[in-house]
């Protein structure tokens, strides 16, 4: 379906982005890309609906040269996804995913159903979003009119440059699940730049892995993991396999069992001085039966001491919802840290009562093992 | 002195009206000639990237030239007095913000909207009309905004080489030293830079498509 022979890009400034890159790729097939940064990912996938012309080489599709081909009329049998999205601020998600049928000259009737239909597809209430604008939209969702878009016009095959690049791993991960399970419902072959192992391992069907413009390595998921081509290849695999530990390490294996934590009607004072001796600037507050209340912060204790307020420590408590259970994967602990910008946060039993913490601290214990088993590990691998 | 004023409006009523009349074509002509001939130029100029330095230098020039001095240098480069060389020195002085707010605002479109919409099949001028002028309409309706409200203040000016306009009648009453008939001048003159402030801004924001509204 689609051949890249000897395709090559040499930029006008030295840069062999590309070399002697060789592809077969089958009707329906979910290719990923990888490799790191600046490895000619882009230059590929961009080099298949010529936004970038090769210096060398050609693509077939279906057979035929796509030098003869007019590159509008090509990029219209195309569908495109990249990182930034590049949705239109002034169209309506409506017209926003209909955008490649308004350049064909389909009418506005035809367009609004074509995008109902493909939220429907989606799984989104098209009610709901088709005469919203992109910025009244998050990220992810925005990303999935961008995913959507690329199939307004049916088109056989789509290319994607890291579609989930920007996206945090809890969005990320449910936009692949869609994709798969898109890609299995329309059946379409799919060119699927990424940087991330993870992302290939899960959605391809074959991964080809470049490094400083070549292919080093093409095959399915199982055989790279089981038969990586070279020294390369295993680092690849086992630096990016290791950082799932994160997803894989549950709460209760790294959290710390004491945390520091002062009932609900514990003065200010006493409570800065409690935190002061445990060294720590927040500190968990307790209600009756022990039922978690929110966390209250050194700094905002001390401030309100200064201006003289006669309260109780509970008045102080925030963020009383934002915990995690002791089963839950570690990295759900990331994600709320960095959602909510905490130092710490608490994970909670039944009834909600505090069974520990986890700080940065703790994380960054996990890391750190993660990283230096991750040294060790594709040197064993290359060995055996 | 409010009662000369009166008095005069009264008396003189048509002339004035036919002065403003004469003021705004004095302002609109060389207005219209600079929009459709330095918008097109400067997207133009976005495509064709060599030509930018040349047109905003320019109208940068223009614009250096204090306004007394352009009048006149029309009168030497061999233009002569009266409607068309102010009309030309006008023209030239309202380029610039015209030029400039054109190409920040079509430059400004961002790189992965443009990198989409071509990805997708887009031609040049389906780039253009469906991307390109729609995000950047807004900042090139302010430019036209700030250089009609210049050309209104110049062409006021532009009597002292005999183009006629409320000018004139400032310009009479200077020589009279009757302060009525240079307030018969200057109020109308303000209004109309007060209206035409008024009525782009409402027309900038009707120009603003909706999903760009903040
Ligand atoms: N327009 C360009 N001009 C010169 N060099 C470029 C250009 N675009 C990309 N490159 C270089 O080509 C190489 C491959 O880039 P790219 O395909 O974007 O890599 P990737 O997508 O894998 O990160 C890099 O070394 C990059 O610096
Ligand atoms: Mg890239």
């Known amino acids: 379906m689609l051949t890249f022979s000897h395709l090559g890009k040499t930029y006008p400034d030295g840069t062999d982005a590309v070399v ?29 609906n010529r936004l970038i012309e090769p210096t060398s080489g050609t693509v077939m599709l279906d057979g035929q040269d796509y030098k003869s081909m007019d590159p509008v009329e090509l990029r219209r049998r195309l569908g495109y996804v990249i990182q930034q999205i590049g949705l239109i601020p002034h169209l309506t998600i409506a017209e926003n995913i209909s955008f490649v049928l308004r350049l064909q000259g389909v009418n506005k009737q035809k367009r609004r159903e074509r995008a109902s239909e493909l939220m429907a597809l989606a799984g989104l209430p098209a009610d709901q979003y088709l005469d919203r604008y992109p910025r009244e939209l998050s990220g992810g969702q925005q990303q999935r009119i961008g995913v959507l878009r690329a199939l307004a016009h049916d088109p056989e095959i789509i290319l994607m440059d890291e ?22 419902a329309v059946q379409k072959t799919i060119i699927f730049v990424t940087h991330d192992m993870d992302e290939a391992l899960r959605i391809a069907d074959r991964i080809v892995i470049m490094r400083a413009g070549r292919v080093i390595q093409v095959a399915t998921p199982e055989e790279m993991l089981r038969n990586p081509a070279d020294e390369f290849v295993a680092e690849f695999i086992g630096r990016q396999r290791l950082l799932r530990q994160a997803s894989e390490v549950a709460v209760r294996e790294i959290m710390l069992d004491n945390p520091a934590m002062v009932s609900a009607d514990t003065g200010l004072a006493q409570s800065l001085e409690f935190m002061r001796r445990r060294k720590v600037d927040s500190v968990l507050v307790k209600g009756p039966n022990d039922v978690f209340v929110g966390a209250a912060r050194a700094r905002d204790v001390q401030r309100a001491l200064e201006a003289r307020e006669q309260s109780k420590i509970s008045a102080y408590a925030r963020h009383g919802s934002v ?38 601290g703790t994380l960054a214990g996990v890391l750190d093992d993660a990283l230096r088993t991750s040294a060790a590990a594709p040197a064993l691998e290359a060995n055996a | ?12 009523g048509a002339d004035i009206w036919s002065l403003t009349v004469q003021q705004l074509y004095l302002v609109a ?10 918008v097109p130029l400067t997207i133009l100029s976005t495509r064709v990237k060599r030509l930018y330095p040349w047109i905003i230098g320019f109208s940068n020039a223009m614009q250096t030239i204090p306004s007394l001095a352009l009048l006149v240098l029309m009168i030497t480069i061999g233009l002569g007095i009266g409607i068309v060389p102010a009309t030309v020195a006008l023209f030239v002085y309202a380029l610039m913000p015209i030029v400039r707010n054109t190409h920040v605002g079509i430059s400004g479109v961002p790189n992965e909207v443009k990198d989409a919409a071509i990805g997708m099949g887009a031609t040049k001028w389906q780039l253009l009309w469906l991307v390109e002028l729609p995000m950047a309409l807004k900042v090139i309706v302010a430019g036209i905004r700030s250089a009609l409200v210049m050309t209104i203040g110049f062409a006021t ?20 030293a009757d302060n009525a008939i240079v307030l018969a001048g200057t109020i109308p003159a303000v209004i109309l830079a007060f209206l035409a402030e008024f009525l782009m801004g409402r027309l900038e924001r009707l120009l603003t498509p909706k999903g760009l509204r903040v």
């Open chain 2, 29 to 38: 002509i060389p207005m219209a000639c600079a929009i459709v001939i330095a």
């Open chain 2, 157 to 176: 000016l532009a009597a002292l080489i005999g183009a006629g306009g409320l000018g004139s009648l400032i310009m009479q009453g200077l020589g009279m």
């Open chain 1, 163 to 184: 579609p989930f690049g920007a996206l945090d791993p809890l969005m990320r991960e449910q936009l692949q699940d869609e994709l798969k399970r898109l890609q299995q």
């Open chain 2, 1 to 12: 002195m409010l009662s000369e004023l009166w008095q005069y409006t009264l008396t003189h």
């Open chain 1, 323 to 360: 915990f995690v259970g002791p089963d839950d994967p570690a990295m759900n602990a990331i994600h709320h840290m960095l959602a909510y910008g905490l130092d710490a946060i608490p994970v909670l039993g039944p009834g909600k009562v505090v069974v520990g913490i986890v700080t940065r």
């Open chain 1, 20 to 48: 002697d890159f060789n592809l077969e790729v089958a009707r329906g097939e979910l290719i990923a890309l990888i490799g790191p940064s600046g490895c000619g990912k882009s230059t590929t996938l961009r080099m298949v």
